[in-house]
């Protein structure tokens, strides 16, 4: 059957299937190829120099991802076989969806007028397309869906203590620097910053209250940066020990 055919050889090989391999390593090198074309591009005199080139590569390159989008949307009943919409379920997965925009930054000025910059900006999705060829990358997805309501606990923790040193601070400092807090919302981003780093360019606050809420907020950043990390390792070390042997501690062949 060519459906089966054409789904062993774009699915990604886990037997000894040549022509699945074959076209596993031409993705991946072509992905390199585009990730590689983006940063000459980026380069104006040299853009001006292979513009020819690029320009034949860029047609080749999404003649290739859009057959290939096409043929694993035809293929999707075999990937889901138990599933009643497997085409849906497969359009909004997430692999999809990196595909999609992959293509997205050829299409796009056909169908609507958008700004050259954010169509150059989706070229970056086909760097994505390599999560699909690598283990690890696979792990950590896993890891995330299997630990979100913790990470989105954390998230929400630290949203919330967020608007909280942001609301105060705007009290506390507005009325000697209204320049540097205006109001909450650029305040909120102020202490977003304060959070990850030691202050935000020349804004720093200078009220006896606003200094020492200041150090608190930076000092708590320390800690919520570090949960969703203790999560994440938590969770990557689980996984690891599922594919790990228990007696021998050998890798488990999947």
Same mark, same amino acid.
């Given at each position: 059957m060519a459906k089966q055919k054409?789904?062993?050889?774009i699915e990604r090989t886990k037997d000894n299937n040549k022509a699945s391999t074959i076209f596993d390593y031409f993705i991946i090198v072509l992905i390199c190829l585009n990730a590689l074309a983006i940063i000459i591009a980026s380069y104006n005199n040299l853009q001006l120099k292979y513009e020819k080139i690029l320009t034949t590569f860029?047609?080749? !390159?999404?003649a290739i991802f859009t057959i290939e989008?096409?043929?694993?949307?035809?293929? *999707? @009943?075999?990937?889901? @076989?138990n599933s009643k919409i497997p085409y849906l379920r497969f359009i909004i997965s997430l692999m999809a969806l990196v595909d999609l925009f992959a293509i997205l930054s050829f299409y796009l000025p056909f169908i609507i007028g958008i700004d050259l910059r954010f169509i150059r900006m989706l070229r970056l999705f086909?760097?994505?397309k390599?999560?699909?060829?690598?283990? *690890?990358?696979?792990m950590i997805i896993r890891v995330l869906k299997k630990e979100k309501d913790k990470l989105l606990m954390t998230l929400f923790c630290t949203g919330l203590m967020i608007l909280l040193a942001s609301s105060m601070l705007f009290y506390?400092?507005?009325p000697?620097? @209204?320049?540097?807090?205006?109001?909450?919302?650029?305040?909120?981003w102020w202490c977003v910053a304060c959070l990850t780093t030691a202050d935000y360019g020349d804004v720093a606050c200078i009220t006896m209250f606003g200094k020492?809420? !200041?150090?608190?907020?930076?000092?708590l950043g320390l800690g919520l940066v570090a949960l969703p990390a203790g999560i994440l390792c938590s969770g990557l070390l689980d996984e690891t020990k599922k594919d790990t042997c228990p007696h021998c501690g050998g890798n488990i062949t999947k």
């Open positions: 054409i789904f062993r050889i860029e047609y080749f !390159s999404i989008y096409i043929l694993r949307i035809w293929t *999707a @009943p075999l990937k889901y @076989p086909r760097l994505l390599l999560t699909r060829y690598n283990d *690890a990358t696979e506390i400092e507005n000697i620097q @209204p320049d540097k807090f205006p109001n909450i919302i650029d305040t909120f020492i809420l !200041s150090a608190v907020i930076a000092i």
